[in-house]
């Protein structure tokens, strides 16, 4: 089957830990269906409901959903599950029924305690230190970070900076973000990076306009506003460049790529190979 012609689905995973569980159950059961374009966006870390109330905002403009969920706590379950019913979408709970088996057998209860499935080595801590620091400095909160960092994402609104910055954590690499607006202060630590470590994230005119008039839409506002106007993006996005261009980084434009494909070209253009 072509690639025009396959069936795409987009995999959504939640985790109040990193993910790997869901995201490895995820990837067997997909290598089964080989004529099925296969999207993944993880989500680690979601421990509270304000977390899953921004995943949730962030999902709905996919269509073909399954939430793969890895979430020890029932208020936290509770949610995912009006969320599926709402939208009519597939779900599996990773996590519940081997709990609710090994309590009616042993009669015990659970910790909810969570994370406690993984095997707790180097790589593990690492990866959890890398995640922590993606949510610490995403969407530029402290300009420190920027020097700490293995990776500095820079664009505009809605080219994909914090799921990618996430996906890449997950890699080990400790990710920065900073959103552009133009004619706004650029931190001075953007100057003092190593261009190699600068990755500037653009889109197509058409598809950003479309991704924030649905964004709008899906706050039930006017979708005709400066956010989405197609003048104003256009500057923008020219801004973003002079901006690429005077810092040399490499720029890599996200419209219809993954966020896997994107962060494929980056861990390549940073000599990194895949784990």
């Known amino acids: 089957m ?57 999902i709905e403009q996919y269509s073909n959903l399954i939430i793969i969920y890895s979430l020890v706590k029932d208020e936290m379950q509770i949610p995912v599950i009006r969320f599926v019913r709402e939208h009519k979408v597939q779900s599996v709970d990773i996590l519940s029924p081997a709990i609710e088996a090994l309590q009616k057998v042993t009669g015990m209860r659970p910790l909810e305690k969570i994370g406690a499935q993984h095997k707790m080595n180097q790589h593990y801590f690492d990866r959890i230190s890398a995640m922590e ?66 990755i500037g994230l653009t889109n197509d005119l058409s598809v950003l306009n479309e991704i924030r008039r649905q964004r709008m839409i899906s706050y039930g506002l006017n979708p005709n506003t400066t956010y989405s106007n197609t003048d104003s993006i256009k500057a923008e996005l020219d801004s973003a460049k002079k901006l690429y261009d005077k810092l040399g980084c490499f720029v890599i434009n996200v419209a219809h790529r993954s966020i896997e494909e994107t962060a494929a070209l980056i861990m390549n253009h940073l000599g990194i190979e895949e784990q």
């Open 2 to 58: 072509s690639q025009e012609t396959k069936k795409e689905v987009n995999i959504i995973i939640i985790s109040d830990s990193a993910g790997d569980t869901a995201f490895n159950n995820a990837i067997a059961a997909a290598a089964q269906f080989p004529d099925a374009q296969v999207n993944y966006r993880r989500y680690p870390f979601i421990t509270d409901k304000n977390k899953l109330d921004d995943v949730f905002e962030e």
């Open 133 to 198: 620091f993606a949510v610490m400095y995403d969407d530029g909160k402290d300009p420190k970070g920027f020097l700490e960092a293995d990776v500095v994402l820079l664009g505009v609104s809605r080219t994909s900076k914090t799921p990618l910055s996430l996906f890449l954590a997950n890699k080990n690499l400790k990710v920065a973000n900073l959103p552009l607006v133009p004619d706004t202060h650029i931190p001075k630590e953007i100057y003092k990076i190593n261009p190699k470590k600068i």
